[in-house]
């Protein structure tokens, strides 16, 4: 049974009892507990259900490496599967549900994968369920996809109550982890002078020293960290972030840090997560290490536990996991556990130590505490199911002869120490591996290396292999010598502390206990907890050839859980090299990424959400578009209005009625999000030329010219009217979607190829709004404003001017996308929605109309104007187009002209622009492809065109449609059939696409 | 994650402010150059693995493009200089010869 | 002009830091040779202040110069008298290579005031904010959360940040978050 | 070979399953072979396959520089889709998703095909034109696609947020046969069946040198010795831009990183695949449970296989606003490969200037799916120097200006 004890518990207040809930019984723990103590203390050891064969499983470790007590915490809009019970502080009201299992913890009918768990050993999934072929995706699969899965997903609707944020740090050190490796690095790199940052993962300083004992400078460990914590306070270059952990190190001395804010305080206000971004350019890694399990028979069974963790419970806590404790293991430091539980009054059966001669100086004091140890004996299994119910000893040299059943409710074992390399390896660091403590520790020559080339993770402590007391410190006080000294930081006294701390006889490897177990045993010691992966599934992926690590892993899913195989790597390397006779460095590690531990989502998402999710981009007069009901559609970062339909009108309806009404009376368009850049210098005529397939620098100063952009690859990208302002100057106008990507190009042209080149460019977009005052009445409206002369004669079609309307500073392009008379209006940004108001005031009586994007599309349709992203798709060519008018013939090179010349660009059977009618005035479908006889060597019919822009036009009262036709303009007449969803087909008639005052009488007045 | 120095403002640039621009030093071919000459420039680019030589726009800061030398495969930047060059300048070719000894990148050794 | 209607209309929060829209801020550019003797004569006859150096501002009361690439200046002076100051060196740079645009009304801007304007603005910009490493008398140019910026520091305690017209209201709003009362994070301060 | 099955589970379950042997033997490289193709990848392994299968060529060895299937075919996010809108792009992916649905049973390996159905977001304007054009074309290609109504999208993926403040989800291009498999199990079933067929693959040998005499392929050099061939194709992705500098030609490559990551495992909540291009993000439920996210590709030249935070942040962020409820769920596993972007973002399988040698390569990010149709292509053009599938997919589209341009759709309007 666990329970709480009456003495110890460095973490928890007693004063402050806590109370939450498990499965939905109200317990109480103190503040202080981690979720996985509190749960001890209430001798509630089964905490979860393993992934693959749903067997009970309590909690094994301590910290962030635990694989088996994971919970769902909270409810509704704070639930969050999969969190350790380990890492988890405990609050008020706390609500903790365990997984994987139906219908309860304790009967899960899941078990029964456990009884066929012999038929269940790796690869089993890609030997089953070939035949028959239905039956994958619609039985064995969604069967296996339930049964696997491990955490309850959040509901559908359900939505993160929280929010997250980010921050960027940067330093000269940044310390990972702040045990007394970690804080004497600090302090060394600190009282250097070095700027640094500690980030501690848990709530408290110190690590596992204080539970591990010895002392400091002649200090306990608990009161040389508080001083080496005041000290760093004190420093004005130093700065220490608890629940902060280094979740992973990327190039270049990036760092993320995540800082769990108020997951032990869920009521709190501000943000829940935040991820630090930090730029280090020294990182020391003092992650500590984390205590291998032993693979025995039953090593699984709740009540078997780490030997550190037993520790740690019953020292930090005053939990301890059993009355009768039995310790297993291979090396000196499994010794203090059962130093400490005697000490705590608590049982110790015996130390069952796998090494022939035992240990030194802790197994004399473990001795003479009158604790039993037997050497080169093993543990040849456990029994129990939920709870331990003995250990059968053996001998370590043998088969699993068993010579004594030992009587026990717990058991702690230790394999030895890895050192945590992960962020030392996150970025590229290596590994080699140190047989005298038998792990990987890193290389320290194949650091990983930073933008200059150097070096710029260091580790630190037993991080680095060092795992004595006063190794450590001295090792970690190196460590923030050698970062400080990297950054030019060299004062002060580089002294380490001194540790005292009993010294400890070299450890045996032991990667099977007894080693040579027999088949039925190596079939039950796990290697991966969570995954369900033992021995003897290892030892099978390389019976059937998959040699490499990352075959094993992927085939034997070891090292994949939640936990990504903190407890399992190392045992499982060693069983796979034992398997392939090869030695340990042989046979490598897998890669180590980050994160660290998992991360939320919502902490990486950071800020970005709802209205923050995206730059929403508005011009001037969004506010009135909001205010009179746009229909919206995103451009880009933009939001246009689609149309403004009245109350009660339909989408549709509106976009009629905003058509008809331009081409009758006065429509108007927000024009504002088209591109506007000045083009200036005495160059720019020259720029121009090659920038646009057009001849730029023949037009006139107060004149417009349309014109085409390409990409250097032939491909239209842009269109739009270019206005010379004077002998030196040009506006471009651009798309909506093109003003940024068409500045790009130009500075990109003039930066780096034509650099010689007099021109410098402003994108001004911004800087105005734009209006467009289009139909038979514009000229009266703008008449009616006064202020300047806007007739024909004064201001004809494809003239600007810059002048005063209604006292506002303007500037008019008479140019027309509508096929309308239409003047476009230029006013500073400011004063875009006065304006705009103004027009709509002054226009009422000609039953002024603002217009959305579809009216814009439709009246261009009809006129037969190409727009760019419909007729074009990036694969598309001006001459494709009929555009050839507008590529001069006169220039000698545009960006494009050589790529038209290619032989595909000049094939002849380049499909053309052409307009399409249907003979019954329906609306060909969008996309429509253009049938052809025949199918091709692939069996996919023939095709000999598509519809590239398609409406029912309000004006005509009929459907018209733009496409590329093979031979197109020599085929006026010619009916065609599209296709039309499913098997139905559509007969067009191809024709002119101007459908609209082909003459063009009606913006030429 | 990578931080590259704009040789225009001076900033040690991470990455979210730049935008990659690609092989540098190419030579664009016009409207009279070959099928040859004008597929190499419009598609063939150097991708090696070591030392490799590019552009990169300080897009959200100074605007500037500029050149850097790189190694694809540790991501180390031995250096940056001006977008208005043909060629590298001479003292960060002697950085790389004396780093990466034996480098070639198109016909730069 | 009574019409001047600002991006967001002077919206302010207040949090771990007061922020403000700022009315009135005349914002001139200028695409030039900076180190040009002629151009920088002409700024410092119409804005009174001598071209800063690289990153650096220069400032004389309302008018001011920041320095936004070697051949970029974004020029300050009140909103009102931009057009004309921006007339007035066009024309005393005619015959030199230069491009002068009045750019007062494609811009927001922000004024942030209060010690911890800093650590605002680290929540957003991947600039190091520490008081060693930026300080009253720099300009960055960056990127805030997902669009374009740049700011300076006046003095201890205030900051101004820039951006483009329509993405104001996302600027207040990013801001206005990261300026939350519970959301301190005590980086450079303690 | 002996034939996995219910029976033989059983059977071994009985004996401690003491009888399977190597899925693949482990062979020393013979002095010349048939075929030599490079590159033990899931294309590599695929093209071997059909040789033997469709052609009878079975003297036949694959090169693999580390572990088969180590590269890209083991780190992607599994998607098996052919909704693509160019003619030769449609052809080769339905070739490979039609081939998938058999797979299991014509290798003897359950590579766990999951034809859940794959949505295409259209969350503009724009985007609901792209994707009826694409469904067009899809109908004429023999793909079945469908447009489909916002309802019938909430319908087959409840936890997908229909009315996202920022870009509302209008409709989708949906198939219905289009899905996942489990990516390792297609190199691990090819290679078997290779092996079986008595071809050699020879993992932990590096290409060296590639011999050549008067412009034919003569056999390559590796770290395993001179091994002759007739035939010589070329198979890895990643590192093609090294092997064809040895084999004298270019190609046009870039090699950038490619990003992809997985939650902790929940219960079932998603059964199909969904992508959201506007905002950059995919995401699938594997059936571990992992929510399988992937998103864009580095701008940079990179042969790290890490790649940039910010393009995992990006894709984060648009996946929380697309599913809310992945909010409290945790990243996982993080991963990176090296992808081959060609200058028309598809692929390239070709005839080479060096006779005798072919190239397969510049799958760009979306190569896993395309598997057994390239090994299908590719098999028939080394075998008979021409594959109809293979045909459009040459080398010298970029000298005509032919290009096969799948990103059609991200076109900007107005």
């Not at chain 1, 206000?269 to 350019?281: C, F």
């Not at chain 1, 068993?402 to 590229?428: N, T």
Request: proline fraction near 4%; charged fraction near 20%.
């Amino acid at each position: 049974m666990s329970t709480r004890v009456h003495f110890q518990g460095r973490l928890i207040n007693r004063d402050r009892p806590v109370s939450f809930k498990f499965n939905g019984t109200l317990l109480n723990g103190y503040q202080g507990d981690t979720l996985a103590s509190a749960l001890l203390a209430n001798d509630q050891m089964l905490m979860g259900r393993s992934f693959k064969y749903h067997r009970p499983r309590g909690v094994v470790a301590s910290g962030s490496e635990e694989p088996n007590a994971i919970v769902g915490l909270g409810t509704g809009n704070r639930f969050e599967p999969n969190q350790r019970a380990t890492t988890t502080e405990i609050f008020h009201g706390l609500t903790a549900t365990s997984q994987n299992h139906w219908p309860s913890l304790n009967y899960d009918v899941g078990i029964v994968n456990n009884l066929l768990s012999r038929f269940l050993s790796a690869g089993f999934y890609y030997k089953m369920f070939i035949h028959p072929r239905p039956f994958w995706k619609h039985i064995y699969e969604p069967f296996i996809r339930h049964s696997a899965g491990l955490g309850k997903a959040p509901g559908a609707e359900s939505r993160d109550a929280d929010r997250y944020e980010h921050f960027y740090a940067f330093c000269d050190v940044l310390v990972i982890g702040g045990g007394v490796a970690g804080l004497q690095s600090a302090l060394t790199a600190a009282r250097a002078g070095a700027k640094v940052l500690l980030l501690e993962q848990t709530a408290h300083l110190g690590g596992r020293a204080p539970v591990d004992g010895g002392t400091i400078d002649g200090m306990d460990p608990d009161a040389w960290v508080a001083k080496a914590r005041a000290e760093l306070h004190a420093l004005p270059n130093a700065q220490i972030r608890t629940r902060t952990m280094g979740a992973g190190v990327y190039d270049h001395g990036y760092v993320l840090g995540y800082e769990r804010l108020t997951d032990h305080a869920p009521e709190a206000a501000g943000p829940r997560h935040r991820l630090w971004r930090i730029r280090a350019a020294q990182i020391i890694t003092a992650t500590g290490a984390i205590e291998r399990p032993l693979s025995f028979a039953g090593n699984d069974i709740p009540g078997v536990m780490l030997a550190s963790a037993v520790r740690d419970y019953l020292v930090n806590f005053g939990v301890s996991p059993g009355d009768r404790t039995v310790v297993v293991t291979n090396n000196d430091d499994a010794y203090r556990t059962a130093i400490a539980l005697v000490q705590a009054g608590l049982k110790v059966p015996a130390i069952l130590d796998a090494r022939p001669e035992g240990g030194g100086a802790l197994m004399d004091e473990a001795k003479s505490l009158g604790i039993r140890v037997e050497t080169g004996a093993a543990a040849v299994k456990v029994k129990g199911s939920k709870c331990v119910h003995s250990i059968c000893r053996g001998v370590q040299a043998g088969e699993g002869e068993v010579l004594e059943e030992i009587f026990c409710d717990a058991v702690a074992m230790s394999g030895g120490w890895s050192p945590v390399v992960h962020l030392w390896s996150h970025c590229g660091g290596k590994l080699i591996w140190d047989a005298s403590q038998a792990t990987f520790r890193p290389d320290h020559d194949r650091a990983p290396t930073s933008h200059d080339g150097n070096p710029f993770v260091i580790a630190s402590g037993a991080a680095d292999g060092a795992f004595h007391l006063n190794d450590v410190l001295q090792n970690a006080a190196n460590a923030g010598k050698t970062a400080a000294a990297r950054v030019g930081a060299e004062k002060g006294d580089a002294a380490a502390s001194s540790g005292e701390a009993q010294g400890e006889a070299p450890l045996v490897p032991v990667w099977m206990m007894p080693q040579g177990a027999k088949k039925q045993l190596r079939m039950k010691a796990w290697l991966d907890y969570q995954n369900d992966v033992k021995v003897s599934d290892v030892q099978l992926a390389a019976q059937e050839g998959f040699e490499s690590v990352e075959h094993t892993k992927r085939y034997t899913t070891l090292g994949m859980a939640t936990d990504q195989g903190k407890l399992s790597n190392i045992n499982g390397l060693a069983t796979l090299a034992n398997a392939l006779g090869a030695d340990i460095p042989q046979v490598g590690t897998t890669t180590f990424r980050p994160p660290y531990t998992p991360i939320s989502m919502g902490a990486i998402a950071g800020e970005a959400r709802g209205d923050i999710f995206q730059p929403i981009r508005k011009t001037p007069m969004q506010g009135w578009h909001e205010a009179n009901g746009a229909h919206w559609e995103p451009v880009g970062h933009w939001r246009r209005p689609y149309a403004f339909p009245k109350a009660g009108e339909s989408v549709h309806d509106a976009v009629k009625r905003e058509v008809l009404a331009t081409r009758n009376s006065l429509g108007l368009l927000d024009a504002s999000t088209l591109g506007k850049i000045i083009v200036k210098g005495p160059d720019a005529g020259r720029f121009l030329d090659m920038l646009y397939t057009n001849m730029m620098s023949t037009l006139k100063v107060g004149k417009c010219r349309y014109g085409l952009m390409c990409s250097e690859n032939g491909f239209l990208s842009d269109d739009g009217v270019v206005a010379r302002i004077d002998e030196d100057t040009f506006l471009c106008h651009t798309t909506t979607g093109g003003a940024d990507r068409i500045h790009a190009h130009m500075e990109e042209w003039l930066q780096t190829e034509w650099w010689d080149w007099k021109v410098w460019t402003v994108n001004a977009t911004e800087q105005f709004a734009q209006v467009a005052v289009v139909g038979p009445n514009a000229r009266k409206l703008l008449e009616k404003l006064g202020g300047m002369d806007v007739s024909k004669e004064a201001l004809a079609f494809m003239d600007w001017k810059d002048g005063e309307l209604a006292g506002f500073p303007v500037r008019v392009y008479r140019i027309s996308f509508s096929g309308e008379l239409s003047y476009e209006i230029a006013v500073p940004a400011n004063l875009g929605r006065a304006f705009w108001d103004k027009l709509i005031e002054a226009g009422q009586e000609w039953n002024i109309t603002p217009y959305g994007t579809e009216a814009l599309h439709i009246m261009r349709a009809e006129k037969g104007f190409i727009m760019i992203g419909d007729e074009t798709d990036g694969t598309v060519i001006p001459q494709d187009l009929g555009l050839d008018w507008a590529i001069s013939k006169k220039k000698d090179d545009y960006i494009g002209k050589r790529a038209q010349a290619r032989s595909h660009m000049t094939d002849p059977k380049r499909w053309k622009l052409v307009g399409l009618e249907t003979l019954d005035g329906s609306v060909l479908r969008d996309g429509a492809y253009a049938l052809a006889e025949g199918t091709n060597e692939n069996g996919q019919r023939n095709t000999q065109g598509r519809v590239t822009s398609t409406y029912r036009s309000p004006t005509l009262n009929k459907g018209i449609a733009m496409g590329l036709v093979l031979n197109g303009p020599d085929r006026m007449g010619e009916v065609i059939e599209f296709t039309a969803g499913g098997d139905d087909i559509a007969k067009a008639k191809i024709v002119n696409a101007v459908f609209f005052d082909p003459e063009g009488e009606k913006q030429n007045v | 994650m990578l931080l590259i120095n704009c040789p225009y403002c001076g900033v040690a640039a991470e990455e979210t402010e730049l935008h990659a621009g690609g092989e540098a030093h190419l030579k664009r071919f016009g409207p009279d150059s070959s099928d040859d000459d004008f597929t190499g420039y419009l598609f063939h680019r150097e991708n090696p693995k070591g030392v490799h030589f590019e552009r990169w726009r300080h897009v959200n800061g100074c605007g500037k493009w500029f050149h850097a030398a790189r190694c694809t495969n540790t991501l180390e930047v031995f250096g940056t200089y001006s977008a208005q060059t043909t060629e590298p300048p001479k003292d960060l070719l002697d950085t790389l010869r004396a780093k990466r000894p034996g480098f070639k990148w198109r016909n730069i050794a | 002009m009574s019409d001047v209607a600002l991006a967001l209309g002077g919206a302010s929060f207040d949090g771990l830091v007061n922020i403000e829209e700022l009315a009135g801020q005349g914002m001139v550019t200028l695409r030039g040779d900076l180190s040009d003797t002629t151009i920088i004569s002409a700024v410092k006859d119409v804005f009174g202040v001598t071209l800063p150096g690289t990153r650096e501002t220069a400032f004389d009361g309302a008018q001011g110069a920041l320095w936004m690439s070697p051949d970029e200046a974004l020029l300050l002076c009140p909103y009102e008298e931009a057009l004309q100051r921006a007339d007035e060196l066009s024309a005393k740079l005619h015959g030199s290579h230069a491009l002068v645009v009045n750019v007062s009304d494609a811009r927001a801007v922000f004024r942030l005031k209060g010690v911890m304007l800093r650590e605002v603005i680290a929540k957003l910009a991947p600039v190091d904010m520490s008081p060693d490493a930026f300080t009253p008398g720099m300009v960055r140019r960056t990127r805030m959360a997902q669009v374009a910026a740049a700011f300076w520091m006046d003095d201890a305690n205030t900051a101004r940040i820039v951006c483009f017209r329509s993405v104001a209201a996302y600027m207040f709003g990013i801001l206005s978050v990261s300026a939350d009362d519970a959301s301190a994070v005590n980086h450079f301060t303690r | 070979m002996k034939r996995y099955s219910a029976f033989a589970v059983a059977r071994e379950a009985l004996r401690y399953q003491t009888g399977w042997e190597r899925a693949w033997r482990k062979p020393e490289p013979k002095k010349k072979y048939d075929v030599i193709i490079v590159g033990a990848g899931g294309h590599g392994l695929a093209t071997a396959y059909y040789l033997g299968k469709n052609f009878g060529i079975k003297n036949v060895a694959v090169i693999e520089k580390g572990w088969l299937g180590g590269g890209n075919t083991g780190r992607n996010t599994t998607i098996i889709r052919s909704n693509y809108l160019q003619d030769p792009s449609a052809a080769i992916y339905e070739k490979a998703r039609s081939l998938y649905e058999t797979l299991s049973q014509d290798l003897n390996y359950n590579i766990m095909f999951s034809p859940r159905g794959v949505m295409m977001l259209a969350q503009t304007e724009h985007e609901i034109r792209g994707y009826q054009r694409t469904a067009h074309a899809n109908n004429l290609q023999g793909v079945e696609t469908h447009f489909i109504s916002p309802a019938r999208v909430k319908e087959l993926c409840p936890i997908i947020e229909l009315k996202g403040p920022r870009y509302p989800v209008l409709g989708a291009l949906w198939q219905p046969r289009g899905g996942t498999a489990r990516h390792d199990a297609v190199a691990w079933g090819y290679a078997r069946a290779c092996s079986d067929m008595g071809m050699d693959i020879i993992q932990q040998c590096e290409v060296t040198a590639i011999r050549q005499e008067g412009g034919k392929v003569q056999g390559v050099t590796t770290t395993k010795g001179e091994i002759d061939c007739d035939k010589l194709g070329i198979v890895v992705a990643g590192h093609s831009g090294v092997l064809a500098e040895m084999a004298g030609f270019r190609l046009p490559i870039e090699s950038v990183a490619l990003q992809a990551l997985v939650s902790e495992p929940i219960k079932p909540c998603m059964d199909v695949v969904v992508m959201a291009n506007t905002v950059h993000g995919y995401m699938s439920q594997s059936d571990k449970g992992e929510m399988v996210i992937g998103g864009g590709a580095d701008g940079y030249n990179n042969y790290t296989q890490r790649g940039s935070f910010h393009h995992v942040e990006e894709t984060v962020r648009a996946l929380v606003e697309t599913f809310p409820m992945i909010s409290r769920l945790k990243m996982l596993r993080w991963w990176g490969g090296i992808v081959d972007m060609t200058g028309d973002r598809s692929p390239i399988l070709s005839k080479t200037p060096l006779e005798g040698c072919f190239i397969n390569c510049g799958w760009g990010t979306g190569g896993f799916k395309a598997i057994p149709g390239s090994g299908w292509g590719m098999a028939e053009l080394i075998a008979k120097g021409y594959s109809p599938l293979t045909a459009e997919f040459g080398l010298n589209r970029f000298r005509e200006g032919r290009f096969i341009d799948e990103s059609v759709a991200a076109g900007v309007a107005h």
